[in-house]
């Protein structure tokens, strides 16, 4: 699987829009882009994933640039309770193997 | 529903004895993942299972480390005679089959080897 490059830490003021950005220069094009989080002392949870259209759900929206060379993850109106460490991954859709890589991600501090 | 279920939440063992850690997935899913994290780290992968079988165990450090499903549901990680490098936090997973990348995670079992 492709490997991402994140920030390693980002600050947003509460009620402004987060956008977390992520590299994936080396994607395929089989490979879709997965975010989780990951509040403190707590597991990772799921936050969105898309291939190449612009996703968007309840928690936040995905936009992958044309070339899929990069995405941004955007919470809209950041609160408190999305201080977290943001993991970007990337993974085959319909892979045999359905683990997920890890990097280390990019700690967003929401004050 | 219930979540993913891991026991014990914390564990403080001595260095050479054996540590059993417990995950219970949720009901219906059929893929099981083990993942262990060091502070400042990222989860780092370590075995997954489909039903009772394990499908990729290329995460696990050395044959100290050991995981099981037998009835496709609770799955036990076993690590014998420990060390203090694998004081982490280990998390389990779910997801309700093995294609997809929604996994739900626990909140993990903490182990500290002294």
């Known amino acids: 699987d492709a490997k991402t490059t994140q920030p390693p830490s980002m600050d947003c003021a509460e009620g402004r829009a987060a956008n977390l950005p992520c590299n994936h220069s080396t994607i395929s094009g089989n490979e879709y882009v997965y975010w989780y989080r990951q509040i403190h002392s707590q597991g990772p949870q799921y936050i969105i994933h898309g291939l190449k259209n612009n996703e968007t759900n309840e928690m936040a929206s995905l936009i992958i640039t044309e070339d899929r060379k990069s995405s941004t993850l955007i919470l809209p109106h950041a609160t408190l309770r999305d201080t977290a460490v943001y993991y970007c991954i990337v993974r085959v859709g319909s892979s045999n193997t359905g683990k997920l890589i890890f990097g280390q991600g990019t700690t967003l501090q929401v004050k | 529903g219930a979540g993913v279920s891991q026991t014990p939440s914390n564990k403080v063992t001595e260095k050479g004895k054996y540590v059993e850690l417990r995950c219970d997935p949720i009901?219906?899913?059929?893929?099981l993942y083990w993942y262990r994290q060091s502070l400042g780290q990222g989860p780092e992968f370590l075995i997954y299972?489909?039903?009772?079988?394990?499908?990729?165990d290329s995460g696990l450090p050395n044959d100290r480390f050991f995981a099981v499903r037998p009835e496709g549901s609770v799955s036990t990680l076993k690590i014998q005679r420990t060390e203090r490098g694998d004081s982490a936090v280990y998390l389990c997973?779910?997801?309700?089959?093995?294609?997809?990348?929604?996994?739900?995670f626990g909140e993990g079992s903490r182990l500290t080897v002294l």
């Open positions: 299972f489909q039903g009772t079988g394990a499908a990729d």
């Open positions: 997973a779910s997801s309700l089959y093995q294609g997809t990348g929604e996994l739900f």
């Open positions: 009901s219906g899913h059929t893929a």
